[in-house]
């Protein structure tokens, strides 16, 4: 897995080496990485027009240290200094010593409309709020230029541990960050913000991380495989509670979902029966109470059965069960309104709300998105699947997971319905509650990234790419994305 780890924690890190390594050396080892990247993006750095973009600290040192590389390489390096009396000594004697020259924010323009490379060196991991003059203005002068957009540790105007961007930030396309991936980078608007992201190992010895991603090889491992002795009935059975007359396509999408991700048996019951059955044929259905649909060992329960005083029965019927329940959609609705059949819960209880739903228990989901989900998970006593552009995934203990997959064009109905399938497949299997919400939404990323790579998906299609996304995850194939793809 990878580990997320907190500015703080990057520099508690880096104290130790910075009192056993000789001056500046961690600053190059740091700018020796990112200058090396620099120069595989830009292919052939002779003549290439570099700018950097030069604020105090230690940030700006790595990008004088990184552009001082470029120099010596052939690249024509500009250091706009944004505040020339603290730029990084040391940094700047390097360029200088390589060719490099500097300039103004007044005279950035025409070298930033030019540029072919552009790094961000305005502020570090201590950085808080928006960019002021004159950086705000440089940087959008040099996102509405040519260049390749590069960061430096972070984007400028995001927070390193949060992801909150609070007015103007540095749109990069990549962000070379040290030691550690920061929260920051892969969650909230600094997702968006730091691109493709890059790690430069300098070397670091790291607490135990703040939160985790998983990757392929991690969503892999859970995946269960049949043995011999298996049947369906010891593959786990999960039982979906989804659909009504007004819309029964949510207990179809919800039911085939969990029926690609594999379980042994999937149950449904509801008012959508009819549609399940013709749709899914695979399924056991019935159109009576849960009580009527037979032994599981999981239920799904929410997406568009509504909000009436029936729906409310059947709610408090699962919930009231000693059996992991996964809570959804409508059912999240009723259940705000009455938290405490949540938080008296011997089972494993996990919620999947979008903010809106999120809202309605309330308080809002601020900046923080995975201490926003912290703070749930701990309130209820539940595991919290909060979704989004990166889904965050909480447990009542602290533990958490941002997900690495996913496309902008799963932003469409349904799409969440067919996420709640999967998890309730993964938790009818014996995953622990918080493991099968990460996974599960590291299976629904990839589903739907390969889904969007044949066109504007809907959520159907995200059903029909499962299978193929589990292969892809347990082979680790990579997943091409579709160019419209952030």
Known sequence: ??????????????E??????PDGALMQRAATGLGTFCLRLLGSPYGARV?????????????LHAGALLAGRGARVTA???????????????????GGRTASPHAAGPLLDRADLVLDGIVGLGGTGGLRAPAAAV??????????MVAVDVPSG??????????????????????????????????????EVHLVDIGLDLQPPSAWQLTDADAAVRLPVPEAGDDKYSQGVVGVVAGSATYPGAGVLCTG?????????????????????????????????????????????????????????????????????????????MLAQAPDLVRGRAAATVLTPHDREFARFGSEVDGDRVGSARRLAGDLGAVVLLKGEATVVADPDGTAYVNATGTTWLATAGTGDVLSGIAGALLATGLPPVEAAAVAAHLHGRAGQLAAAEGPLIAGDVVRHLPAAIDRVRVGRPVRLPDSEP
Not at 1 to 14: D, Y
Not at 85 to 91: E, M, Q, S, T
Request: proline content about 6%.
């Open 257 to 333: 979902a969990a029926l690609r991700t594999r379980p042994g048996l999937v149950r449904y019951a509801g008012a959508a029966a009819d549609g399940v059955r013709a749709a899914w044929p695979e399924a056991i259905v019935t159109d009576g109470r849960p009580s009527d649909a037979g032994r599981v060992q999981a239920w799904v329960i929410g997406p568009g059965m509504g909000t009436d005083d029936a729906a409310r029965a059947v709610l408090t019927e699962v919930l009231a069960t000693d059996l992991p329940v996964l809570v959804d959609a409508d059912a999240l609705t």
């Open 158 to 195: 995001v927070d390193a541990d949060t992801g909150a961007v609070e007015g103007a930030a540095f749109p990069a396309t990549h962000t070379v960050t040290f030691g550690a991936v920061k929260p920051g980078l892969v969650v909230g608007e600094g997702r968006a913000h730091a691109g």
């Open 139 to 148: 940087v959008e002068r040099a996102a509405a230029g040519p260049a390749l």
């Open 51 to 63: 700018v950097l973009l030069v604020g105090a600290g230690n940030n700006g040192g790595d990008a």
């Open 16 to 21: 130790p080496l910075l009192a056993a390594l």
């Open 1 to 14: 897995m990878i580990g997320l780890h907190t500015a703080a924690q990057v520099r508690g890190a880096e």
């Open 80 to 98: 706009v200094l944004l505040d020339p009396d603290r730029a990084h000594p040391g940094g700047l004697a390097a360029l200088r010593r390589q």
